[in-house]
RNA sequence: GGCGCUUUCGUCUAGCGGCUAGGACACAUGCCUCUCACGCAUGGAACACGGGUUCGAUUCCCGUAGGCGCUACCA
């Protein structure tokens, strides 16, 4: 058989946010894509038109702009095998219902919701299948006179698959091999409402996949049960030689406890599961992001491919590139995996720090807007220096800076605000001060006062001329209760440059206010 | 309940018949140091259980138990 073209599609319903595990399935179809040289088509599944939410299939879209997973076609980005909205495909479903009629692999039911309840609770374990769809109201039951004054005098009906039973179904996995399934236990799914004139998720799914030539099916675990579904629905219609290759992948986990990851566990522990803010237009509630919260799309990328699957070696930190050229779907581990968010910080934390500072100061800048504080971008851009020169001043041999310290850049106010903002109190059981500060202290800073205000050229280089050789003089260590005064607690960056980006009058102001509130 | 998938440190995982079972996150200790970090070093920490197969099982097979999923006119 000839080498088809790869093509691959990632096809959410727009009932919501893009969860973060459909996120990881997108970005390994997309490796999978790239590393093959094919196509990576957008669909949009919203067949079920009562589940519909605005504004989610733009959130989507956003959602892979931001973390740079392309897509070469489908909504929103064109191409010739549209169109990509199954809402608008209702002909050609139409087409291909009637074809499995017209064969005989499918039939017309005409059963209600309220019959198939009454069933259900009449017969433990009902299901619509080869043993009970001929005490059903369908096509099969019914003469073909009786279907046709039925559907004329408007009542609705479903189209279902008619699977034969007894036969050991089998799928192809590329994760997990060979799974086979007896039939008999598969019920005759419904395929069709006439209620919407919308096929459902499975004819739909296997129409479009043989349309659109898609090759590979990269999709959650949740799908394998109905795997073998889809294999028999390939078979009827006569599309097996063309039919794509499974991979089922595995889930994501909650971090602790039992089940699947929810929306619930991102409030409950403070993590996004989203990868961008959204705000429910129904409720109005807001659920939390990845972007908004301060990631880096690379480092919830790496994260998340790291999530089932592994390069084979120790290898953690991956380009998309690198990703690309290394994926594997035989790597994939085929059980479910616990949402890790501490180390899905530890990632940010790496990328945070290959940024440039350039990067930074932005996100740095609204903090100080929002804190209120009117600054240069000069002064900004010299604190953001310090601080990531402090997270990284010790780089190793080879150059990597391999710090942590800061996962994101809002990590920052709280270890930097004493650049711009004067301690107004000491905390007298602060372990530092506690320590740092005695009987002579304030003796000691007094002098050390004096000496300062002698210093005309207060650069790094100008304070250490002075002030080194007097503190070999005196015997005094002045660093730590000097560190009190300026920043009035136990961090910071080294003294002199944070006093010579104070300046020498806001430090002995600062030390002035110290030795009179520190008595 | 039925069917399917799955089971290595707390977590993510490497391992594809013979290893002192490796790495990362997290944790602990020490070193460095004007503080906090960072870094470096060290440490604790795992093959679910029971049968087979085999000279030899973490690795292959079968059970059991646990976990997960599906069981809709949802995807």
Request: charged share 40%.
């Given at each position: 058989m000839e080498q088809r073209k790869v093509r691959v599609r990632f096809a959410p319903s727009p009932t919501g946010p893009l969860h973060i595990g459909g996120v990881r399935t997108a970005l390994y179809n997309y490796l999978f894509a790239r590393q093959h040289g094919g196509d990576m088509i957008f669909r949009i599944e919203d067949t079920d038109s009562t589940r519909f939410v605005p504004g989610a299939e733009e959130y989507i879209i956003e959602a892979f702009r931001w973390l740079g997973i392309q897509f070469d076609e489908g909504v929103s980005f064109g191409g010739q095998h549209g169109p990509y909205r199954q809402s608008e495909r209702r002909d050609i479903y139409k087409q291909y219902v009637r074809q499995l009629l017209d064969t005989g692999k499918a039939y017309i039911a005409f059963d209600t919701p309220e019959e198939l309840e009454a069933k259900r609770k009449e017969i433990e374990n009902f299901q619509y299948d080869a043993r009970t769809r001929g005490m059903m109201r369908n096509s099969l039951t019914l003469s073909p006179d009786e279907v046709e004054s039925l559907i004329a005098s408007g009542h609705q009906y479903v189209v279902r698959f008619r699977i034969e039973p007894g036969e050991d179904v089998h799928v192809d996995d590329l994760i997990r091999g060979d799974v086979v399934i007896n039939s008999?236990?598969?019920?005759?799914?419904?395929?069709?409402?006439?209620?919407?004139?919308l096929p459902t998720y499975h004819l739909a799914n296997i129409v479009d996949d043989h349309l659109m030539e898609v090759t590979h099916v990269i999709r959650g675990e949740e799908w394998l049960p109905s795997a073998p579904l889809h294999v028999l629905l390939y078979r009827a219609f006569g599309w097996q030689d063309t039919m794509p290759r499974f991979a089922h992948l595995p889930l994501l986990l909650k971090p602790v406890g039992n089940g699947k990851l929810s929306k619930r566990d991102g409030d409950k522990l403070g993590f996004p599961v989203f990868p961008l803010e959204w705000h429910d237009p129904k409720t109005g509630e807001v659920s939390s992001g990845y972007r908004e919260r301060g990631y880096l799309p690379q480092a919830v990328c790496n994260f998340l491919a790291l999530l089932g699957w592994n390069p084979g070696n120790d290898q953690e930190l991956m380009t998309m590139d690198d990703m690309i050229r290394l994926f594997d779907l035989s790597k994939c581990s085929k059980n479910g995996a616990k949402f890790d968010y501490v180390k899905a910080a530890w990632f940010n934390h790496q990328y945070l720090l290959m940024q440039p500072d350039e990067a930074w100061t932005p996100e740095f800048d609204k903090i100080l807007r929002a804190e209120g504080i009117v600054s240069t971008p000069e002064r900004e851009a010299e604190v953001v220096r310090m601080m990531k020169l402090k997270v990284i001043e010790y780089t190793d041999g080879e150059g990597?800076?391999?710090?942590?310290?800061?996962?994101?850049?809002?990590?920052l106010w709280p270890l930097c605000k004493f650049f711009f903002v004067a301690p107004t109190a000491f905390d007298r059981d602060d372990k530092f001060i506690r320590k740092n500060w005695r009987e002579g202290t304030r003796d000691e800073m007094q002098q050390f006062m004096q000496l300062i205000s002698t210093i005309d050229d207060f650069s790094v280089e100008g304070q250490k001329a002075v002030i080194d050789p007097w503190t070999e003089q005196t015997g005094i260590r002045p660093w730590n209760a000097w560190r009190i005064c300026l920043v009035g607690a136990g961090q910071g960056p080294d003294m002199y440059e944070l006093a010579a980006f104070l300046g020498r009058e806001e430090t002995l102001r600062r030390m002035q206010f110290a030795i009179e509130t520190l008595a």
């Open positions: 008999s236990i598969l019920d005759d799914k419904v395929l069709y409402k006439s209620a919407d004139q990597n800076r391999k710090k942590r310290n800061v996962s994101f850049v809002s990590d």
